[in-house]
């Protein structure tokens, strides 16, 4: 083990090392039980008034931030935080009253899985491609006649119901209204549902192969396994709130600027108001270089903080493939095969989509692969024969979670032909799906990746990229298009959530099958809290009137179904060969770090690399790579584990003042200062 993974491992706290002792000395043994009811409770309150702040946030208000684009989600950091310190304090009057570290965790997992429904690539999508087509159809566009394949179960087309929803002035607690919603509320509500039992049964069978025998450290849950221990030293540590106070005075000056222009801004990245600021290719207008396209360069604390979790070796990889990837847009505008980075969505030299994918599926194969014995067990003990592995303090066991996956996997399949998709797109769909979901789960057990966003590269898209329209139905594309809405980008994927909430349950010895009925309850009671604030606030505000781009992802829809109609394509030769060639990099890669000692690229980062949010990040992790470098190399294990209480802080600092400033223009009515996302 190198001494970077035994930093990570020290930085889990004490807790999380004896539960880990224990779990390899007597894997057998069941972990004690403990309360859990009490977490389901505030979760469950939490979960609506969430799902409203979280639309505020990224939608509504259309001022930021976008907490859900961000791998450790920063509006749950901030409930988490006041959470903990209303804990401690009611620990000194009322000890019986406290919650225990497992009843923070189901809190803090509830709250996550509902920002993922909530968030800028979940339910924001959804909901507008249900309707837009059907509202802006008119005798120029036709829209009416690329919709007749559009299943009506699925959608809201009555241009009644949906006048107060675009032009406001309206509610929607009117008995035909609800009645419009209901039905396609509730298709969809089962669909999320079992979309995410099946993530959470996957999680299930890979969760000891990954953390027990493989020892991945899942950085991500580092913070709140640190924050939601009760006995927990940090808030005593200096160096927490010195790092809090850093991170908390830049949003808390650029925030008050906004109310006072006479203080100064500091410009630490773009934002919603000013998206082309910190671009250090502002003022480069030709070819070849134009083609380096977006070049910003941003200080985000919290991702600093975050980016201090991260191996090194992903830190460095991930900011040398981000050049690489830029230097092979400048290649391609001075040989003419493409503009450049303008023409990154497009299936041309250098296919990033196509080559990001194939790494995609590169490291969800490869560990399938490396695991393969165990999971030879696994299937032993599903069948009920003799086997080595135990699944006694799993969520499920691993013969419900196998059947869990096959049901739920049949039901989803279903579902799509039931709306006209093909039997074999529909099986093609979603096992592509599931395999990009375990890669995104991978990449942030073992790295803890600030972004994973993956954009326009989903398996909708990857299938007509790839095979081409020209043979497919309308009723085929039809149905792709509405599976669209959480293939878009995978930033805020309730996989990552599934995974590190039973670890965290393992860690804190608290029980993972309440976690698994979190996870699920969270997915149902997540979803209709977002149908709920969304309507709510559409018929109030109206979509086309006062909610200022609030259906622009409806736009993106239809305007992507009626080129696959109008425009119909032959199979690509070029995207497969991009997705083989991304494969086999991303496995060469692979290879090559396991066969030479010190090999400074990680195949991860090849494909992490290529996606829209690194150009958020890179900087981050540079400034992270070079610090931790630093730290590790003079100062040891010791040093990183006293440096750990400095970066938490950013993270918390930026969390709690950056989420506070939305709160403020929301009871104030005006407009406030957006610390992440574009």
């Known amino acids: 083990m190198n001494a970077e993974r035994e930093a990570a491992i020290s930085a889990e706290g004490s807790e999380g090392r004896r539960a880990r002792r224990a779990a390899e000395s007597d894997s057998g043994a069941r972990a004690p039980r403990t309360r859990v009811w009490r977490g389901f409770v505030v979760g469950l309150i939490l979960l609506p008034f969430n799902a409203l702040w979280v639309l505020y946030m990224e939608h509504i208000g259309a001022h930021g931030p976008i907490p859900s684009t961000i791998s450790l989600f920063f509006n749950v950091v901030f409930v988490l935080f006041f959470l ?329 399949v279903a579902f799509a032909v039931h709306g006209h998709l093909s039997l074999r797109l529909a099986l093609l769909f979603f096992v592509v799906y599931y395999l990009v979901s375990l890669a995104v789960a991978r990449v942030r057990a073992e790295f803890g990746s600030p972004v994973h966003d993956f954009h326009l590269a989903g398996p909708g898209q990857t299938i007509t990229y790839v095979a081409g329209t020209a043979s497919m139905g309308q009723q085929d594309l039809s149905m792709l298009s509405l599976l669209w809405w959480f293939n878009r980008a995978y930033r805020n994927h309730p996989i990552g959530t599934s995974i590190e909430g039973m670890q965290m349950a393992h860690r804190s010895r608290s029980s993972s099958r309440a976690l698994v009925a979190a996870v699920v309850l969270a997915a149902f009671v997540g979803t209709i809290s977002v149908f709920w604030g969304w309507l709510h606030y559409a018929y109030i505000m109206g979509l086309s009137s006062k909610w200022n781009g609030g259906d622009w992802r409806g736009v993106e829809m239809i305007q992507s179904l009626q080129t696959w109609i109008q425009n119909p394509t032959q199979p690509n030769p070029g995207a497969f060969i991009g997705i083989g060639v991304g494969f086999a990099i991303t496995m060469l890669l692979a290879a090559a770090r396991t066969t030479f000692m010190g090999w400074p690229l990680h195949p991860v980062a090849y494909a992490l690399s290529a996606s829209w949010s690194i150009h958020l990040v890179w900087m981050p992790m540079l400034i992270a790579w070079i610090v931790k470098a630093l730290v590790l190399r003079y100062g040891g294990l010791r040093l990183y584990r006293q440096a750990l209480p400095l970066f938490y802080g950013l993270i918390l600092g930026e969390s709690v003042i950056g989420c506070g400033w939305p709160i403020v223009g929301l009871i104030t009515g005006m407009p406030t200062y957006s610390f992440w996302g574009l």
């Open 84 to 412: 903990a310190l209303a804990n401690a304090a009611v620990k000194r009057l009322h000890p019986g009253w406290t919650l225990n570290q497992g009843e923070l965790i189901i809190v803090y997992i509830m709250l996550a899985i509902g920002t993922a429904l909530a968030g800028l690539d979940g339910m924001q999508v959804l909901i507008p491609v249900m309707t837009h087509g059907f509202w802006f159809a008119n005798p120029e566009n036709r829209y009416d006649l690329l919709l007749t394949g559009v299943p009506r179960w699925l959608v809201v087309a009555d241009k009644n119901v949906l006048y107060g929803y675009y032009n406001g002035s309206s509610t929607f607690y009117q008995w035909p209204i609800i009645q419009a919603w209901l039905t396609p509320a509730l298709w969809w509500t089962g669909f999320i549902v079992v979309l995410i039992f099946v993530m959470t049964c996957l999680s299930v069978i890979v969760r000891t192969q990954w953390a027990d025998r493989e020892r991945l450290t899942f950085p991500i849950i580092q913070l709140p396994m640190a924050v939601s221990e009760p006995s927990t030293p940090l808030w005593r540590n200096p160096l927490l709130w010195i790092g809090f106070a850093v991170a908390g005075s830049i949003d808390l000056v650029n925030g008050l600027h906004y109310i006072y222009p006479s203080i100064p801004y500091l410009s630490i990245a773009p934002t919603l108001d000013s998206g082309g600021s910190n671009d250090l290719m502002k003022y480069i207008n030709d070819l070849p270089w134009s083609g380096i396209g977006w070049l910003p360069v941003t200080f985000h604390p919290a991702v600093i903080g975050i980016s201090f979790l991260v191996p090194l070796d992903l830190l460095f990889s991930s900011v040398f493939f981000f050049f690489w990837w830029k230097a092979m847009f400048v290649i391609a505008a001075a040989t003419g095969m493409s503009q450049g980075y303008s023409e990154a969505e497009k299936t041309v030299f250098p296919y990033v989509n196509e080559q990001m994918f194939g790494g995609y599926m590169a490291i969800a194969i490869g560990p399938l692969l490396v695991g393969r014995r165990y999971f030879r067990e696994v299937g032993l003990r599903i069948l009920g024969r003799r086997s080595e592995v135990d699944d006694s303090n799993e969520g499920m066991s691993y013969r419900t979670a196998a059947i869990g996956v096959l049901v739920g996997v049949a039901l989803l």
